[in-house]
């Protein structure tokens, strides 16, 4: 016959937990989910921001290269008028293939868009704000920059040199700034010129 103790023994470990036990397990695994699904929480909005922020980078960073690049290898400029709505900037460029191909390239900003596109021919420039929406969109949500109270051109031409300024928001609040000119290595373009744009 087992031993009155082996019996004591057998019987609580057929026992089980009793409710405290079960309670107090319940509460630390309730409060080690709440961290675990805070600390996802916390990565999946700073996945967000560093998501947004970069979007907003890469695009302000796409207008700068596109229209440094067509600065640069520009011959002839020609901006729009202060205030007109969309503000239009469109350079004769050269292309960087062996054999020179020359072709009318053009910007437009209008309410934070900013797009381009490039022709064999030249550009009208008398643009809209409909017949600019079929151009390829480079930003959208640009601001100008501001003087006091008022918006700076996001183009502007001076001297065979074009200065670039706006601002592309983020959702942190921080805007990404661009704030950058490019001059033209190329020699003006001789009268007849083709394309003329």
């Keep these: ?3 009155k103790t082996d019996l004591l023994d057998h019987e609580r470990a057929e026992e089980g937990f009793t409710l405290i036990e ?3 397990y319940m509460m630390l695994s309730l409060i ?10 916390n990565s999946l909005k700073a996945e967000g921001t560093v998501r947004t922020s970069t979007e907003a980078s890469t695009a302000a960073q796409l207008v700068a290269q596109s229209v440094g690049r067509g600065a640069r290898n520009a011959s002839d400029f020609w901006h729009s008028n202060p205030g007109v709505t969309p503000e239009i900037l469109i350079m004769r460029t050269v292309g960087s ?15 934070g868009d900013l797009r381009t596109m490039r022709s064999t021919g030249a550009i009208p420039h008398t643009q809209t704000s409909s017949s600019v929406l079929r151009w390829t969109l480079l930003a959208s949500g640009a601001q100008p920059l501001f003087t006091s109270t008022v918006a700076e051109p996001v183009f502007k031409v001076a001297n065979r040199q074009v200065e670039l300024k706006f601002t592309v928001p983020t959702a942190v609040g921080q ?13 003006p373009s001789t009268t007849g ?5």
């Design 1 to 3: 016959m087992p031993a």
């Design 22 to 24: 079960l309670l107090v």
């Design 32 to 41: 080690v989910l709440v961290l675990v699904a805070g600390i996802f929480v």
């Design 97 to 111: 293939a062996a054999t020179p191909t020359w072709y009318c390239e053009a910007w437009s900003y209008d309410s």
């Design 175 to 187: 805007s990404v700034l661009i704030n950058t000119s490019s001059t033209s290595r190329q020699p």
């Design 193 to 197: 010129a083709m394309p003329s744009c």
